[in-house]
């Protein structure tokens, strides 16, 4: 390209592309002039003429300066012409100095050529020039002494992306002379080239970064703004890693969090598509803050947990970089779950803590200048109460009216004080406390009431719980039983049905009933659902007498008061009506002296009269009447109230004409004997009349007794007995006949 087409194009554009280059304005520095050659090559041959232009920033036609080998030209103008070599440099009233430009006039015949300026990067033409243009033929260029291929009898050449490396350039021509050409040889030439960016400059901000902290590197440089149709790239490296996602338009990089291990050596490089610079190394140091101030949180806050909660442990530093590494401990032991990590807070949770979990928890924190201790907190773990178990602790099995009982409620696991609850069918009855823990105990005094379902509640304020229910009875003892006669008629009868009747007024059921024949078992029965119990009896002679009950229901027999019954018995005819009632009259009198007698010694000895001797039948005996009673089993309701018989004599005839009676004594109860009796249930027993049965003879039998008087005599001595007789039915006792 020649300058008339190179020159005027410079000329004109220059101020746009001065106004347009990216970051002229914001530059601290003054943008360099730009010395610009008309014709723009660097070198011509002497004789010729380079007017020089000097374009700035802002454009400028006056006040421009201009330097000749460093030496300032008198000339001050928009352009000079110059025709001696040199170097030459300018400056505009906006601008600094422009960089030097040597021009070479050359008085060689054969010349290279390069334009100006050229910079990094730009494609260059090279021209091979002889003084006399039409006699240069067979024209090479050459690199550094090497023949360029391709460049035989060029015109021009193009050297393609060229740096600033220091290469020499030159040309060879063959010149026609007279009979013979001649071989021209150019000087070496070197291509001034300018740089198209500096070599780029690494910065770091702060340029001692603390660990944790971020970072900015900065990779400097500034694009010269006559290539402003250029894109730069800047990328990051330490060592020989690339930093970020790789190279970008942005000469910055932030780097959030620098560590220790980031510490290394840091390089940038500014890179267009033919040109690449890279910066120096720096070294960055990254320094680390040693832990201080932990701190120790725990949640939930005041650390009063309830067993099977979370309990959740906060370990932090107010200071302190890099990897730190937690761990927690309790009571001066570790706890598993150590945490190394880049934050200056760690958690850790306990989940469902336990009792063995209570304790003084503390945490450290060590970023490898040794561990640090924080706050000591106290966690507390309450533990709900289990379900109670509530005993029952009684003298004797089963429990009894009137005894002392104690529950006693307990629980297995629970935080003390523990208050308990004590319940019988979900009444309240009493509470007791437990400050220490463990078990509690309510006394009861028990009565009939007492009977049932009893249960007993925990509680230590972490909600109540309620045991389950246990079931007592309590046993009410037999009462002195009641006994009593039934029979069909007021006056019983050999061959009568007599029901002897036995009821305790009050006794848990079952009660057991026994019946007794002067101290004699004749039997038992039951009463599973309580009340009485009777016995049936099929009267003969022999079961006159004395008649008493028991009742027993586990706790202890009690034995009625003692009874009398009377059995009248029918005799046969053994004489006449006559001869009888002589006999009779006579053995009366007979019999009447005996008991009179036998009263006098009984009154002398304090005794009394017997109760009648019964007699039973040989089935009745096999089937019901059992061994004697034990006398240390049942508990005798009373004494037997003292007789003081009374001696008075009378003839009783009841209606039957084989027999008569004679009165020989009456008994009176005196005040004193009811005062001492515990009974209650009779209060005047009235007066008992003894009566001595006397027989009247038969008239079918008169022949015999007359005959067979002595033996009827001593046959009669055993048949008469004494039989008490009272007011009251129950109370009468009768002198029984026995039969043949």
């Not at 002039?33 to 041959?45: G, K, Q, Y």
């Not at 979900?426 to 437990?434: D, H, K, Q, R």
């Not at 009896?537 to 028991?550: K, M, P, R």
């Not at 007066?687 to 039998?701: F, G, Q, R, T």
């Amino acid at each position: 390209m020649s300058c008339p087409q190179l020159c005027p194009v410079l000329t004109h554009l220059w101020p746009l592309l001065l106004t347009l280059a990216p970051g002229t304005e914001q530059s601290g520095v003054s943008p360099k002039a730009v010395l610009l050659l008309d014709p723009p090559w660097s070198t011509t041959f002497k004789g010729k003429t380079v007017t020089l232009r000097c374009m700035g920033f802002p454009s400028s036609t006056k006040g421009n300066r201009f330097w000749q080998n460093g030496k300032l030209l008198d000339t001050v103008s928009e352009m000079i012409s110059i025709t001696s070599s040199g170097n030459y440099q300018c400056k505009t009233p906006g601008s600094s100095l422009s960089d030097p430009v040597h021009v070479e006039f050359s008085s060689d015949w054969l010349i290279l050529q390069a334009p100006h300026p050229v910079y990094e990067g730009d494609d260059v033409i090279l021209r091979c020039q002889g003084k006399e243009q039409q006699k240069i033929m067979g024209k090479n260029y050459y690199k550094n002494g090497q023949e360029l291929r391709d460049s035989y009898n060029l015109d021009h050449i193009t050297i393609n992306a060229v740096s600033m490396d220091p290469d020499k350039y030159k040309c060879t021509a063959s010149r026609k002379a007279f009979l013979r050409s001649k071989e021209e040889t150019s000087k070496p030439l070197r291509i001034q080239v300018q740089e198209l960016f500096p070599q780029p400059v690494l910065t770091a901000h702060p340029s001692q970064p603390i660990e944790g902290g971020p970072v900015t590197l900065t990779c400097e440089t500034q694009l010269l703004p006559q290539k402003p149709h250029i894109q730069l790239q800047f990328c990051f490296f330490r060592d020989v890693h690339t930093l970020g996602t790789g190279c970008s338009s942005s000469p910055e990089l932030q780097i959030p969090t620098m560590w220790t291990e980031d510490s290394g050596s840091y390089w940038c490089q500014a890179v267009t598509p033919r040109i690449t610079k890279s910066s120096l190394k720096s070294q960055i140091h990254v320094q680390r803050i040693p832990v201080s101030n932990v701190n120790l949180e725990i949640q939930p806050t005041g650390g009063h947990l309830i067993e099977g909660q979370d309990l959740v442990l906060t370990c932090s530093v107010k200071k302190g970089t890099g990897n730190i590494t937690f761990s927690w401990h309790r009571d001066g032991i570790r706890i598993p779950g150590r945490k190394t990590q880049r934050s200056q807070s760690a958690e850790l949770q306990v989940p469902a803590v336990m009792e063995r979990d209570a304790g003084r928890y503390y945490c450290t924190a060590d970023n490898s200048d040794g561990p640090i201790l924080s706050n000591r907190i106290t966690v507390t773990v309450k533990i709900p109460v289990s379900n109670p178990v509530l005993t029952i602790r009684a003298p004797r099995t089963p429990a009894v009216v009137g005894d002392v009982v104690e529950l006693r409620c307990e629980v297995l696991r629970g935080s003390p004080p523990i208050f308990y609850l004590f319940y019988h069918e979900n009444v309240n009855l009493g509470s007791s406390s437990a400050p220490s823990g463990g078990g509690a105990v309510f006394n009861l005094s028990l009565t009939v009431e007492h009977s049932g379902k009893y249960s007993c509640e925990a509680d230590n304020g972490l909600g109540p719980k309620r045991s389950p229910g246990i079931s007592l009875k309590v046993i009410v003892p037999v009462s002195c039983p009641v006994f009593t006669f039934r029979s069909p008629r007021a006056q019983a009868v050999v061959g009568d049905i007599v029901e002897l009747h036995c009821e305790a007024q009050r006794g848990s059921p079952p009660i057991l009933y026994r019946f007794y024949h002067e101290n004699v078992a004749l039997g038992n029965s039951s009463a599973p659902s309580g009340g009485g119990a009777s016995f049936n009896l099929s009267l003969n002679t022999e079961h006159a007498g004395n008649y008493s009950c028991d009742a027993d229901n586990g706790l202890g027999a009690q034995h009625s008061e003692m009874m009398t019954l009377s059995v009248i018995g029918i005799s046969w005819n053994r004489v006449g009506p006559v001869t009888g009632g002589v006999i009779g009259g006579l053995l009366g009198l007979v019999v009447t002296a005996g008991l009179l007698y036998h009263f006098r010694i009984q009154k002398k000895s304090g005794g009394t009269f017997a109760m009648a001797t019964p007699s039973y039948s040989p089935n009745e005996l096999s089937s019901t009447r059992p061994s004697t009673i034990n006398p240390e089993v049942p508990i005798r309701c009373e004494p037997q109230a003292p007789v003081d018989l009374q001696p008075v004599y009378s003839n009783v005839n009841p209606g039957n004409g084989n027999l008569i009676y004679s009165q020989i004594q009456s008994v009176q109860h005196t005040n004193g004997n009811i005062a001492n009796s515990p009974r209650t249930h009779q209060q005047d027993k009235g007066v008992v009349v003894i009566y001595s049965e006397l027989k009247k003879a038969h008239p079918d039998n008169s022949a015999k007794q007359t005959s067979r008087r002595e033996s009827v005599q001593e046959d009669d001595t055993g048949n008469y007995e004494n039989v008490f007789c009272a007011s009251a039915a129950s109370d009468y006792s009768f002198l029984v006949q026995s039969g043949p």
